[in-house]
């Protein structure tokens, strides 16, 4: 079992940043890759940003590409999510999540251990 942590979540205005991170316990980190994924109030959670096990391939979601970046640190057993330039649009609970398997994708449905996420409000 892994657990998962993420914290770092706030109010923020428009055009500014944050800082989420996502802390693992349990079993070792470094074999899985990890996913961030956001669902704001009545839509479906949708992916966001995806790191392979070893930290060398990411993957982002159209909307959030070239403002978001996802990093992790194995020694830590952490990831990051470092959002910039933040939009209204934005504001959602995002979630960390970790798969057993060395890449990353942006099905939901193929992770297995989730936190219980960290809320995300920009202000306009």
């Known amino acids: 079992q892994v657990q998962l942590v993420e914290s770092g979540g706030g109010l923020v205005q428009a055009g500014g940043s944050l800082r989420l991170s996502c802390a693992a316990s349990?079993?070792?980190?470094?074999?899985?890759?990890i996913g961030w994924f956001r669902q704001a109030p009545a839509k479906e959670r949708e992916f966001v940003a995806t790191i392979s096990r070893g930290g060398r391939t990411t993957n982002y979601s159209d909307s959030v590409k070239g403002r978001l970046t996802i990093s992790r640190e194995n020694a830590k057993n952490t990831a990051y999510l470092q959002m910039n330039s933040l939009k209204p649009e934005d504001t959602a609970v995002y979630y960390c999540?970790?798969?057993?398997?060395?890449?990353?994708?942006?099905?939901?449905?193929?992770?297995?251990?989730w936190g219980q996420g960290t809320q995300v409000t920009v202000s306009s």
């Open positions: 999540a970790a798969r057993d398997s060395a890449w990353g994708i942006v099905d939901v449905k193929e992770y297995d251990y």
């Open positions: 349990g079993r070792t980190f470094t074999g899985q890759a």
